[in-house]
């Protein structure tokens, strides 16, 4: 067995122990599309998202909940181990004038139960509340929204780059095998004395090289279809395979591109902005009185026995408006305009710095997407041409027609153009899949 051989076995079964483990699920993923519909089942993180929007929306009924009336019953039971004492004139009783009698009231255990309502009539607070777990609710849908695109222009990047990497460890096999025939075909002159000994440690030094590159693309390989696993809710055990097949694409007939106001990250600071005004204004507000109707019942027994074996009941009810003004608080409602003042300056600097953030990745993006797909066209065009190249100095250095320095050069030129095509289709493939994520 030639040594290539061994290695090639080597590397296959290292990769296969990488890519396709024994153990897990096995699945097949024709395109992003698909990836994206399959995390979208399967990753805990939109579960998670899920339960939060759920969990923000029951924060809305909390506040709605301020505005409707409230109804508590109450019940007490009183031991007085020392009774009220009242001094009234003893004239009163037909006593001598000047002189007062003490009255003991009540008994020494009562007992009390009954019905109170209240209802908000005027309270700004409330109010407030509400209209803020509105704007909450919209801010953390914004998040939610954003960790949602988040996540889906990660797997974009992943999902490509491990695709792409599919196709580099195929190009450097391939590298590998042809630096490989070179290498025993040089062995074999310098065993006949043929060649010197330099030019046939050169002819080995790039063979090895070559080796190197293949074995560091296939852990590239290995470790983008981890993480492109993680992204889609796999376990490490399970096994992925990509069956979409790369190639040339020009561009649309139209520019692709996006509004910034439909982006998560735009809407959620135009959010907070009016969370920050409402807070402001919520704290102006909090001068204001509050009023309040209120009604109450309840039923009162006396008696000086403990288990109220003797008793009556006394029924009372009432039902009244109660106003409540705080003329002066300590400066607590000064200190927070000031300081809902400042979370509305920043709120707004923090829109303009977002607005500024958005335009600039636009415009990369976009930049991207239009250089590379003129970098990939000059690419295309002479890649083949590489190649022929490279196929051709083997030949003419079999017949001995050219230099091992030729060889050498031809053989790199084909590998920085290789490098440079794979890195440039990458960078378009991911451009042209995050616009059109931004823009849905």
């Known amino acids: 067995m030639s040594t290539w051989n061994r290695l090639y076995i080597l590397a296959a079964l290292f990769t296969l122990s990488s890519l396709f483990p024994a153990s897990g699920q096995d699945l097949s993923v024709g395109s992003f599309a698909e990836a ?55 004239e009163a009783f037909g006593g001598e004038p000047g002189t007062f009698t003490e009255i003991q009231f009540g008994t020494q255990y009562q007992l009390d139960v009954g019905l109170e309502a209240s209802l908000p009539l005027i309270d700004t607070k409330v109010w407030n509340r509400v209209r803020s777990a509105h704007l909450e609710k919209q801010l953390s849908d914004s998040e939610l929204q954003s960790a949602r695109q988040n996540h889906k222009e990660q797997l974009a990047r992943t999902y490509h780059l491990a695709l792409l990497s599919q196709e580099a460890l195929k190009i450097s096999e391939d590298n590998y095998k042809a630096a490989d025939s070179i290498h025993q075909l040089a062995r074999q002159q310098f065993d006949q004395g ?78 907070s902005l009016e969370l920050a005004e409402r807070n402001l204004k919520a704290s102006r507000q909090r001068y204001l009185p509050t009023l309040n109707a ?26 009244g408006l109660r106003l409540e003004w705080t003329i002066f608080g300590g400066n607590l409602t000064r200190n927070q305009i000031n300081s809902t003042k400042l979370q509305r300056e920043i709120a707004e600097a923090r829109l303009h710095q977002t607005e500024q953030q958005l335009v600039q990745e636009q415009h990369d993006l976009s930049t991207d997407l239009v250089q590379n797909l003129e970098i990939l066209k000059s690419y295309r065009e002479t890649y083949a041409v590489y190649e022929d190249n490279y196929r051709l100095a083997q030949i003419q250095f079999r017949e001995g027609v050219i230099s091992i320095d030729e060889l050498l050069q031809v053989q790199q030129e084909l590998w920085d153009n290789q490098r440079q095509y794979l890195n440039s289709l990458a960078d378009y493939l991911i451009a042209k899949a995050l616009i059109a994520i931004k823009s849905e």
């Open 36 to 90: 994206f519909e399959y995390a979208h089942a399967h990753q805990p993180d939109y579960l998670i998202w899920e339960k939060t929007a759920d969990q923000q929306t029951y924060e809305v009924h909390n506040a709605k909940g301020g505005l409707m009336p409230k109804i508590k019953a109450y019940g007490n039971y009183d031991n007085f181990l020392q009774l009220p004492v009242q001094l009234v004139p003893s």
């Open 194 to 271: 043929v060649l010197e000994p330099l030019p046939y440690q050169r002819l080995k030094a790039a063979a090895f090289r070559a080796k190197s590159q293949y074995h560091k693309q296939v852990s590239s390989t290995s470790s983008n279809c981890n993480k492109l696993k993680y992204l889609l809710g796999l376990d490490q055990g399970d096994s992925i395979h990509l069956t979409e097949t790369i190639f040339f694409q020009g561009m649309p007939e139209e520019m692709p591109n996006y509004l910034l106001e439909t982006q998560p990250d735009y809407q959620g600071a135009t959010v």
């Open 294 to 319: 209120i009604g109450r019942y309840s039923q009162q027994a006396w008696s000086n026995d403990t288990r109220m074996s003797n008793y009556t009941w006394f029924s009372t009810a009432m039902i």
